[in-house]
């Protein structure tokens, strides 16, 4: 048969396969009435299978085809669970407080630099509440700039999420994060505090922010990036070899 995708041995098996189907199953046995009945396989009907052909628009289709489409009837096809899924592969994780105060012990240097001169201390007594929104700008940034951060119009590149972390872990994560966006010429990050009936992360984080020389700006975040669980920061443009 001409443009036929079997084997003539696979032709055969599936001829055969069609025989044994089409009669069902034996009801009788050589142990009499001990026997159960069996009921017959259902089968596609060759007016079914047309039917099915026409609506693929195939024009490859023939006698053998059709009947290896009755006798994988009802066949369903098992999921490799070996395979990764395309949309989780592609899907973007931010990394938690506890991987980037890793990444921070095991590199140092700089990042470890960077949140030195923290003052817990000087945080702390400044607290803010919850619901609060926080806002700080440096003189030298320009109000229009300012103003796009507050709207979430920057695009912000990396993000942390420091709930349920102590102050230690908290600070690390954060000076861990900011480092990471200077080394990576990233301006715009984001710091998901929460709020909290005391607020203890988002007081330490809004004091934080304030000593360092490298962030120009930061506010509470849109609602749609967090609202006041969160805040955008602005860094400052690290400095390329040319300037």
Not at 21 to 39: I, V
Not at 82 to 88: F, H, K
Not at 193 to 201: F, N, R
Not at 221 to 233: E, Q
């Amino acid at each position: 048969m001409s443009n036929s995708l079997f084997s003539k041995e696979m032709q055969d098996q599936l001829k055969e396969l069609k025989g044994q189907l089409s009669k069902g199953r034996d009801t009788t046995s050589p142990d009499g009435d001990n026997s159960k009945p069996t009921e017959p396989v259902s089968l596609l009907t060759q007016k079914q299978v047309k039917k099915t052909v026409k609506q693929m628009d195939s024009e490859h289709i023939d006698d053998d085809k059709v009947l290896f489409m009755q006798a994988m009837h009802g066949v369903n096809q098992l999921d490799d669970k070996n395979l990764r899924s395309p949309a989780n592969a592609a899907k973007a994780k931010k990394p938690d407080a506890a991987t980037l105060s890793k990444r921070a012990a095991a590199q140092g240097g700089e990042a470890s630099g960077l949140g030195a001169g923290l003052s817990d201390m000087q945080a702390l007594l400044n607290p803010v509440a919850g619901e609060a929104y926080l806002s700080y700008k440096n003189p030298t940034l320009q109000n229009k700039i300012f103003a796009q951060l507050k709207q979430g119009k920057l695009r912000w590149y990396d993000a942390v999420d420091i709930h349920g972390c102590t102050i230690e872990e908290a600070r690390v994560a954060m000076t861990q994060l900011l480092s990471q966006a200077k080394q990576n010429n990233e301006t715009s990050v984001k710091i998901i505090h929460g709020k909290g009936s005391e607020a203890i992360l988002k007081t330490c984080v809004n004091g934080w922010l304030r000593q360092l020389p490298e962030v120009l700006a930061f506010c509470s975040a849109p609602p749609k990036d967090g609202g006041n669980g969160a805040v955008l920061v602005l860094l400052k443009k690290s400095k390329t070899d040319g300037e």
